[in-house]
């Protein structure tokens, strides 16, 4: 069981968001939900207390760095600390280059970069201040045909947080790439959440997400996990 800990889950009215908030709330975490619509926000919520779980919500756009802010404030001046973000709001859309799908492009690396950018920046001096703390984010496969524009945004949230880990020693980054079903990815989000061991952790969920991948969090090990179809890589 997980000892109560206190996790902000952004996108959490879609599939990802949606099954990693259910289940981290059945692990015994207190889930904070964020997404823009308050209804699906209070029926999501709503779910959760009745199979027991522990949950508050709040709307926000992650796309407004002021928005981020305050959510992130708003469950820390609640409950006193954050210790995980799970960044799960992500765009998936795909389309060649010659599209031109300019609005698309701009909403993609608005939800997909800058909104984890702005969310990371809302609890990272809380947690800094905590000495501790733990960041998720979702970041696919890059060099995809018809999908250069999200592989780019996949990129960034990578090398983002490749820089994290160097920047803060205290926090521990993961990156899950996924390419499989929500439930899969939902369960491994459990596992790096639950576990300090996350490359050990993530081994049994995997052997069902045959084509999850994974980045690494800093403390596991070289090895790709069983069913992984990129390379794993770890501070």
Not at 46 to 66: C, H, K, L, N, Q
Request: overall charge positive.
């Amino acid at each position: 069981m997980v000892q109560q800990k206190i996790v902000l889950v952004t996108g959490a009215t879609g599939a990802i968001g949606a099954a990693a908030a259910r289940k981290l709330a059945a692990a015994g975490c207190h889930v904070v939900l964020g997404a823009r619509g308050v209804a699906r926000l209070a029926a999501l919520a709503a779910s959760i207390r009745a199979a027991g779980g522990s949950v508050e919500y709040r709307a926000v756009d992650v796309t407004d760095p002021d928005d981020a802010q305050a959510f992130a404030l708003a469950a820390y001046h609640r409950l006193g600390r954050i210790d995980v973000l799970v960044n799960a709001a992500i765009l998936t859309p795909q389309a060649r280059l010659d599209t031109l799908k300019l609005g698309e492009w701009d909403r993609m690396l608005d939800v997909n970069v800058r909104g984890a950018l702005y969310m990371i920046a809302a609890v990272q001096p809380l947690m800094r201040i905590a000495g501790t703390g733990q960041v998720v984010n979702l970041a696919g496969e890059t060099g995809l045909q018809d999908a250069a524009v999200l592989g780019a945004t996949h990129a960034a949230v990578r090398a983002l947080s490749d820089s994290l880990r160097q920047e803060e020693k205290h926090l521990r980054v993961t990156v899950l790439c996924p390419s499989c079903g929500a439930d899969a990815v939902a369960r491994a989000i459990v596992c790096a959440v639950r576990a300090p061991d996350y490359a050990a952790a993530v081994r049994r969920p995997l052997r069902q997400a045959r084509r999850l991948t994974w980045a690494g969090d800093g403390r596991g090990t070289n090895a790709a996990p069983p069913g992984s179809r990129s390379p794993a890589s770890t501070r």
